[in-house]
């Protein structure tokens, strides 16, 4: 695998590109018009700052600005799939959305392309019929933040190739990650299996007026010794992907998502990637 495609250019799709253009490898950006290219070639600038200032090895040396210019963007999906060994598809937790993404994708990948989705709740074998190659598709999900959280869950479906699985665990060590091989399909994987409980029960707290998100979040990080609380992680995970995710759920959690939407994403506070959510940040530049 030489030539890798990312689909889509939000917090983690950037950060996965960036990644893997940073490990050496030509990157294709693709996303759905010029405005979000516009983000994301911001969101690659200021990564390449980030690298160097957080000490990842190499970065100051030059190798976060080369990887910028290995990142080529892209509103063609065509383009963007004419030539990958690789898509990693990473955009709206959007059952239909998805979908509707791989079937043009079938179309426009060679036959060779492996497929793999970034998805954080759905399972591949929610996906695969859309695909046109199931032995070619499986999961590879990253962490936020991936150059220091960097798990890589390797998925499949009882279709997955092993010789595929194995290509992209071997992908996945490539670009620094450490790739966690999980056995059968389970949703969340392990990462959101353990997480995304944890943020519930954070939202329950709120949606029952139990207490505000400071308190939560101070109440967390005090009695464990944790860097975050659970509104901290929404708001870098981003609100957008949290109201994806809520809205599908229970009564709770549709409450939630409620609230997110009105109080939050509506007045365009979607987390740390536009400055303010639960709480106020510096701009990404």
Avoid: C
Wanted: no cysteine; hydrophobic share 45%; aromatic share 8%.
């Amino acid at each position: 695998m030489k030539n890798i495609t990312v689909l889509g250019t939000g917090v983690l799709g950037s950060q996965i590109a960036f990644q893997t253009a940073f490990h050496g490898f030509d990157v294709v950006a693709y996303d759905i018009d010029d405005a979000a290219l516009e983000r994301a070639a911001e969101r690659f600038a200021g990564l390449a700052k980030r690298y160097v200032a957080e000490g990842v090895a190499g970065a100051a040396d030059g190798a976060a600005d080369a990887a910028v210019g290995r990142i080529r963007l892209t509103a063609d999906l065509a383009d963007a799939a004419s030539t990958a060994d690789l898509v990693i598809e990473a955009v709206p937790e959007n059952l239909e959305l998805k979908q509707g993404i791989y079937r043009k994708l079938a179309e426009a990948a060679p036959e060779s392309t492996v497929f793999a989705t970034n998805s954080s709740t759905l399972l591949p074998s929610d996906l695969v019929d859309s695909t046109g190659r199931p032995d070619r598709f499986l999961a590879l999900h990253f962490a936020n933040e991936i150059w220091s959280h960097n798990t890589a869950e390797v998925m499949g479906t009882p279709a997955t190739s092993p010789e595929v699985r194995a290509a992209v665990i071997a992908f996945a060590e490539q670009i620094g990650m450490v790739p966690i091989d999980i056995k059968k399909e389970k949703s969340g994987y392990l990462l959101n299996s353990l997480l995304v409980p944890f943020l519930d029960a954070a939202a329950e707290l709120l949606v029952d007026g139990i207490a505000e998100p400071e308190a939560i979040d101070a109440t967390w990080r005090i009695g464990t010794g944790a860097p975050a609380g659970p509104f901290q992680i929404y708001d870098i995970v981003g609100l957008t992907t949290a109201y994806n995710i809520s809205s599908v759920g229970g009564e709770k959690q549709q409450a939630f998502a409620k609230l997110l939407k009105e109080q939050y994403i509506d007045k365009g506070k979607l987390g740390v990637a536009t400055g303010e959510g639960f709480y106020t940040y510096p701009k990404e530049s």
